[in-house]
């Protein structure tokens, strides 16, 4: 398949270079016969006016035709609280923005071949006109006022603080996976020093501070329907960005600059698949699924997931720095979390010796501070 | 005055003298004329532009075919293609992401800016506004030669061990100041800052030229408000590259220093390859901060010299004063401002104040006004016109088109709580392929037909230009009309493959990125027949005559094939502003159906409209007893 378009594209540049080259001996021959360029080649000139009335017509209909025919498949479902609100604005936005793309081109094309060029014909001289120039200053700043406002309303819902019961949770990218930290009973995420940073403790933890005891980390993102959550969002090495398409969420995450978002889903996982199942562009098979046994292909309902892109480039692995979210109810992700062990239980050698090794320089320090006063006073 | 005249002789028979001594070097090397170091910057320019396309065609292929076998691009890409076991060649994931750096730093930077700008401003100010060459010649060669020098080293980057630079043409640290994150951060990162540093020098330098020129060796007549529009885009482009690029400067500067010397201007609390790096209270959001205060004046550093461009050609072959010359002025002044107040558009998530953002959205959408006002006056212009289609033409109404096409996107990604899920996604790829770089370039391409007569005494072929144009209009709309669709279903950039994602997985979407690589494959394929028509009508084109489209502006006054100093004899004088077109009564005058600028009222008795006819004792008085131009152009008159 891939060769067949390859030779495809390779057959349909050689028939542009021959068209060059018939082209170019035609033209030669027309400039042989000497003939005087101060008349307008009309025919040319008729086929261009035409092209510019068929052409765009006939494109803006071929895509309104593909936009309509897969309309369920171009946005991402989307499964929170803002999620209608923006998604409504979308749709006004981008019914505005057509209309214009629409009318201007329109104009500029139908005047374009109406006022080509005819033989004996004038152009009026109309250099300006200050009504006109005026009436259409004021008219789109009107309609972008109201679109400002209509997202200035939006943006400052979306970017408030988060309400106080969020479920605070901890997001750290590194090259090229996701690790999450859940703050645990006291809704408390412990502190961190990029210094602590090894194989073991990923994100650096401290454990001399105790609101670390109970935290406990994941690589998965796991959320519950209905209550709000609050992201702290760090990177360990270099720019990367957590992104939740079905969440209507973005936010980069910065080395050095902690960031931050809050939403609140309002869909479980299985309840999304189950409403996309009615959706019939997710009844096709899933293309990753269609390469082993008949059997094993899925329906892309069947392999929703909610997910975390990075959306910004990072490196070698960006492309694939995913990380699965999971929506749950209540009971279900209790369930889950009757799972987790914190991290300092599971790894309490480990947090020994360094809360340990973490005293010792600080009290190494304050000595050495000691010292340097004795050695000044002296 | 009497003397300014004969001064002017005698600087023409001086120059005379010096052309019979031009050697190859000094004539096409080491040229001081504007015209060849504008040819230069074009050919070198057009250059560029091959490679850049090419580059976007060999990542599109991975987009567009992810399973493709790339073992038959060996040859060209050596060890960036991995053979598997199965005998199959991978593109290398870094090497894909270089090209996306490079494509992006070659169009944005050394063909839409030197391209463009070095060409036509190089070429059209001084011709256009009556002066025999820039203030400094020396300088513009210097120019030329920064941004050569700058081009070679870009060029030296792809043959390094560790590729050129790969952190996307924005270079955000730390990706691109850590080595051990990327190997395009490496010396290739290293290449791509100096190039850069050698760039902003040719730019500073050009752009200094252009507003000395346009400010100081107009010819007699010609004020400001008699300046053509592409003067008046040129002039503006030149005034924000300087207050802009410097900041680039010290953006690269500081970036340089965090890489060599240990500072920490945009590093802080890194932990990479088992290492906690020193560095500490940096913020790499500055780093995002300086870039784009040069990065989206930049937009406009590019487009507004291919609208410049348009206003002339729109004007000259819609045979109609352009539309509301002092609004287009006006909406050229309005954007340059608004250019430097609307940066952090940009970085919306990047954790920045909410309400900051909220200014930063209010101040982006004011934007969208003077840039409608230029649309609906191209519309205007047309508007009863009686409209030649010459290659230039065909691609000023493409331009128009694409600048509306990917303008209006720009009020959603402007509106920054849409913006939240379209951010970095194809949908901006989209917006910013449509308004700036398809029709800057499409503006660029415009002004190389136009003015091609001019530059080489030669036509270029016609039907050619013609299947060009068609092919890129066409061509242009499947590429990237498609991916506002890719877009919307949140797509993101610089991505090596989606498959990763279940929310990417959907044969439609896969359909549709093969449709984008294969029209992007073809569009290029028609830069090809440009490529043909260009080199071969330099030496085998129909000969030109002096004033082709029967234009108005000064250039064309000049002999057909200029030599150094432009003008044999007086420098002609300017009476009139340069959209005479169809104006009524001409006829009664003399003129077909447009009065060049040189042409005197006084000469034009019937068609002046009442205030033009106050200036003829003016004219009277202080020029036309000076100008000695005047005989011949009677004598064209009558004829």
Redesign the interface.
């Known amino acids: 398949m891939n060769s067949l378009i390859i030779t495809l594209i390779v057959v349909l540049v050689l028939a542009v270079f021959l068209i060059i080259f018939r082209i170019s001996n035609l033209a030669s021959i027309l400039r042989s016969k000497g003939k005087d360029n101060e008349e307008i080649d009309t025919t040319a000139n008729n086929i261009n006016a035409y092209l510019f009335l068929l052409l765009p017509l006939l494109g803006t209909i071929a895509a309104f035709w593909y936009a309509s025919k897969h309309a369920t498949l171009w946005g991402q479902p989307d499964a929170v609280q803002h999620g209608a609100a923006y998604d409504s604005l979308s749709k006004i936005a981008h019914i505005v923005v057509i209309l214009m793309f629409l009318v201007t081109n329109a104009a500029l094309f139908y005047f374009t071949f109406k006022y080509r060029h005819k033989k004996d014909n004038k152009a009026t001289f109309y250099p300006d006109n200050l009504k006109l120039e005026i009436v259409w200053t004021i008219v789109p700043a009107v309609i972008l006022t109201v679109l400002v406002f209509a997202g200035w309303k939006l943006w400052r819902d979306v970017t408030k603080e988060a309400p106080s019961n969020a479920m605070l949770i901890e997001v750290m990218g590194k090259q090229f996976n996701w690790i999450a930290r859940y703050s645990g009973a006291d809704n408390k995420l412990g502190g961190f020093n990029f210094r602590y940073t090894d194989d073991i403790n990923e994100m650096g933890l401290d454990f001399t501070d105790k609101n670390v005891n109970d935290d406990f980390q994941a690589t998965e993102l796991h959320l519950v329907k209905g209550k709000p959550v609050r992201l702290q969002i760090r990177a360990r090495d270099v720019l990367h960005s957590v992104s939740f398409p079905h969440f209507r969420q973005k936010m980069d995450a910065v080395p050095g600059q902690p960031t931050k978002m809050w939403f609140i889903p309002t869909k479980t996982t299985e309840e999304m698949r189950e409403e996309l199942r009615k959706n019939p562009e997710y009844l096709k098979p899933d293309p990753n699924t269609t390469k082993g046994k008949p059997e094993d292909v899925k329906a892309r309902w069947e392999t929703f997931d909610y997910e975390l892109v990075c959306q910004e480039i990072c490196g070698r692995g960006h492309f694939s720095m995913r990380m699965r979210v999971i929506v749950h109810d209540e009971d279900d992700y209790k369930k889950w979390l009757a799972a987790q062990k914190p991290f300092v239980e599971t790894n309490k050698e480990y947090v020994a010796k360094k809360i340990e090794a973490i005293t010792k320089t600080k009290a190494g320090k304050v000595s050495m501070e000691d010292s340097k006063k004795v050695s000044k006073t002296n | 005055m009497a003397s300014d005249v004969a001064h002017a002789h005698d600087v023409h028979a001086h120059e005379e003298h010096h052309e019979h001594h031009d050697t190859f070097i000094t004539k096409y090397i080491f040229s001081t004329d504007h015209k060849m170091i504008a040819k230069q910057f074009l050919i070198t320019g057009i250059l560029w532009a091959f490679v850049g396309g090419l580059l976007s065609i060999l990542f599109r292929l991975k987009l567009g ?1 992810p ?3 790339y073992s038959w691009l060996k040859p060209l890409l050596g060890k960036w293609v991995a053979i598997q076991d199965n005998g199959t060649g991978q593109l290398d ?2 090497f894909y ?1 270089a090209m996306v750096t490079m494509h992006g730093t070659i169009m944005v930077f050394f063909v839409l800016t030197a391209g463009l700008s070095g060409t036509f401003s190089n070429f059209l100010i001084p011709l256009q506004i009556g002066a025999r060459d820039m203030a400094s010649g020396f300088l513009n060669m210097l120019s030329y030669w920064f941004f050569f020098a700058s081009s070679m080293i870009m060029l030296a980057s792809f043959f390094l061990d560790g590729g050129p630079a790969a ?2 043409w924005v270079v ?1 640290p ?2 691109s100041a ?1 080595p051990q ?2 190997k395009g951060s490496g010396s290739g990162m290293t290449y791509w800052l100096v190039a850069m540093t050698l760039f902003i020098v040719s730019s500073l330098l050009g752009g200094i030229n252009y507003i000395t020129t346009v400010i100081n060796l107009r010819t007699k007549g010609m004020t400001f408000s008699r300046l053509p529009l592409t003067i008046w885009a040129f002039f503006i482009t030149a005034i924000i590259g300087l207050l802009s690029f410097p900041v680039l400067f010290s953006a690269a500067l500081l970036l340089v220093f965090d890489r060599s010397l240990g500072t920490s201007f945009y ?6 390859n ?1 290492q ?1 790096l020193d560095h ?6 500055l780093f995002q901060h300086l870039f784009w205060f040069l990065g989206h004046p930049e937009v406009y550093i590019v487009l507004l010299p291919a609208l410049g461009i348009t206003s002339e050609i729109i004007a000259t072959n ?10 287009m002025i006006g909406s050229i002044l309005g954007i340059a401002i608004l250019s430097f107040i609307v940066w952090a558009h940009h970085m919306f ?3 920045m104040d ?1 309400f900051l ?2 200014i930063f ?2 101040l982006t ?2 934007i ?2 003077p840039s ?2 230029k ?6 212009t ?8 010459t290659p230039a033409m ?1 691609f000023s ?1 493409g331009l ?2 694409l600048f ?2 990917g303008g ?2 720009g ?2 990604l402007g ?4 913006d ?2 379209l ?3 194809y949908y901006v790829v989209a917006h910013f392929h449509l308004v700036m770089g398809s029709a800057s370039f499409f503006g660029m391409v415009a002004g190389i037909y136009h003015w091609f007569p001019k530059m080489f005494g030669r036509m270029m ?4 230009g ?2 060009h144009f ?2 890129t ?2 061509g242009v ?1 499947l590429v990237f ?1 498609p991916m506002h ?1 890719i877009g ?3 797509f ?12 990417f ?4 979407y ?1 359909n549709l990125n ?1 449709f984008i690589s ?1 029209a992007a ?2 569009t290029f ?2 830069q ?2 440009f490529g ?1 028509n260009f080199f ?1 009508s330099i030496f085998r084109g ?1 000969r030109a ?1 002096q004033n ?1 489209w029967n234009s108005n502006a000064l250039e064309w006054t000049s002999p057909i094939n200029a030599g150094h100093g432009n003008w044999e004899g007086q420098i002609p004088f300017v009476y009139r502003w340069a ?1 005479d ?4 009564n001409c006829e009664k005058d003399g003129f077909t ?1 447009f009065i060049p600028q040189n042409v005197p009222y006084s000469m034009t008795p019937h068609s002046n409209l009442p205030h033009e006819n106050e200036m003829i004792e003016l004219e009277k008085e202080e020029m036309i007893p000076h100008d000695t131009t005047l005989e011949t152009l009677s004598l064209l008159a009558k004829k």
Request: charged share 15%; net charge neutral.
């Open positions: 075919f399973d493709m076998d994931p870094e992401l952190g996307g955000y730390p990706l850590l994150a990327l590093l802080s609390d890194i932990f990479i088992g906690a500490t209270g940096g913020s790499a959001i819609a045979r109609k004063p352009i539309f509301g010359y002092k609004a998530v990047t954790g909410p953002g909220s959205m209010f959408l004011i969208a006004v409608a006002v649309a609906f006056n191209y519309i205007t047309l508007w009863r016109g009686n409209i030649r289609y065909l109404i128009v088109s509306i096409s209006v996107t009020i959603i509106n920054n709580a849409l939240i899920y951010h970095d996604t072929d016609e039907k050619l013609y299947i068609w092919m209009f066409i709309y009309f669709f919307i279903a949140g993101p950039r610089r991505y090596y493959e989606f498959s990763a994602y279940a929310a997985r959907d044969e439609v896969l093969s294969i494959a073809v394929g028609a090809l027949i043909f071969y129909k005559t082709p959209y077109y169809s104006k009524p159906d």
